[in-house]
């Protein structure tokens, strides 16, 4: 069974995609690119399962603890980077954790193998979006809060508003700051940008979604140049969609979700931990 489970990790490694959707030859990394460790004896205070992978040629890049007293594992095989689980016996586990509710209890746990990594991408996202990036400050986060959000968010996003109602109840607790990043990612509107750095408060601020429909309004060249910085700030995080969420772990690792999280997901990182 760990022979099958291995082959199959393995196999699953996606080929390399051409333009157009075609399978092209099969992707081969030059030598510039990092090759995942072999340990012949796998480590020793890893469980038995997981030093099998390490036998075979499997990297072990992260150990974390995971949900229902799970142990979850980041591996990689020919670039190829995969969460698994063992239990307190044993047992490798791959795929979603369930609560007791039913809510996926691994989306955070695929924050780890989002784009952008490895090679720090995420942590370099993180600087760049302190220094470069110009965004809006949710007014009820609170000053000094040690623990930031980066949002990134196009107007015309019928998901990026939903996370951005979403937000002022969430915080209301945990003070969590909020920073909010305009993007061109599916329409291009400097206008509603330019209504988004100006505002004053969270109304003002709102009505930038609104201003999605006056594309005709000029705006100053200025928020055109910030936008395209925003624009390759989220590049570096390795999105191409959004909306996209950047934070940090509990451990102090930048991280990425693409996409519309989950509600459960937005509490875990805007509320209390």
């Given at each position: 069974?760990?022979?099958?489970?291995?082959?199959?990790?393995?196999a699953?490694?996606?080929a390399?995609?051409?333009?157009?959707?075609?399978?092209?030859?099969?992707?081969?990394?030059p030598?510039?690119?990092?090759?995942p460790?072999?340990?012949?004896?796998?480590?020793?205070?890893?469980?038995?399962?997981?030093?099998?992978?390490?036998?075979?040629?499997s990297?072990?890049?992260?150990k974390?603890?995971?949900?229902?007293?799970?142990?979850?594992?980041?591996?990689?095989?020919?670039?190829?980077?995969?969460?698994?689980?063992?239990?307190?016996d044993?047992?490798?586990?791959?795929?979603?954790v369930?609560?007791?509710?039913?809510?996926?209890?691994s989306?955070?746990?695929?924050?780890?193998?989002?784009?952008?990594?490895p090679?720090?991408?995420?942590?370099?996202?993180?600087k760049?979006?302190?220094s470069?990036?110009?965004?809006?400050?949710?007014?009820g986060?609170?000053?000094?809060?040690?623990?930031?959000?980066?949002v990134?968010?196009?107007?015309s996003?019928?998901?990026?508003?939903?996370t951005?109602?979403?937000?002022?109840t969430?915080?209301?607790?945990?003070?969590?700051?909020?920073?909010?990043?305009?993007?061109?990612?599916?329409?291009?509107?400097p206008?509603?940008?330019?209504?988004?750095?100006?505002?004053?408060?969270?109304?003002?601020?709102?009505?930038?979604?609104?201003?999605?429909?006056?594309?005709m309004?000029?705006?100053?060249?200025?928020?055109?140049?910030?936008?395209?910085?925003?624009?390759?700030?989220?590049?570096?995080?390795?999105?191409r969609?959004?909306p996209?969420?950047?934070?940090?772990?509990?451990?102090?690792?930048?991280r990425?979700?693409?996409?519309?999280?989950?509600?459960?997901?937005?509490?875990?990182i805007?509320g209390?931990?």
């Amino acid at each position: 069974m760990r022979h099958l489970l291995l082959a199959a990790f393995m196999a699953a490694a996606p080929a390399a995609m051409g333009h157009g959707g075609h399978t092209d030859a099969p992707h081969t990394h030059p030598a510039t690119e990092r090759t995942p460790l072999k340990a012949p004896a796998g480590t020793p205070s890893h469980p038995a399962v997981i030093q099998h992978l390490e036998r075979n040629g499997s990297l072990i890049v992260e150990k974390f603890a995971a949900a229902g007293k799970l142990t979850g594992w980041v591996v990689e095989n020919s670039g190829d980077r995969r969460i698994f689980y063992t239990t307190a016996d044993g047992y490798l586990l791959s795929g979603d954790v369930f609560t007791p509710e039913g809510v996926s209890a691994s989306v955070l746990d695929h924050a780890r193998i989002a784009p952008g990594q490895p090679g720090g991408a995420q942590e370099k996202a993180w600087k760049l979006a302190e220094s470069a990036a110009t965004y809006f400050r949710e007014p009820g986060s609170k000053p000094g809060n040690k623990r930031v959000v980066y949002v990134f968010i196009d107007f015309s996003c019928p998901f990026c508003k939903r996370t951005w109602e979403s937000v002022p109840t969430l915080i209301k607790e945990s003070g969590v700051e909020v920073r909010w990043i305009p993007v061109s990612a599916l329409s291009h509107n400097p206008r509603a940008a330019e209504l988004f750095f100006l505002s004053k408060s969270r109304s003002e601020a709102q009505s930038a979604f609104v201003a999605i429909s006056n594309r005709m309004v000029q705006a100053n060249a200025s928020v055109e140049e910030r936008l395209q910085v925003n624009k390759k700030v989220m590049e570096e995080v390795g999105a191409r969609g959004v909306p996209v969420v950047l934070f940090k772990d509990a451990g102090g690792v930048p991280r990425a979700l693409v996409g519309a999280p989950q509600d459960v997901v937005l509490e875990q990182i805007f509320g209390g931990r």
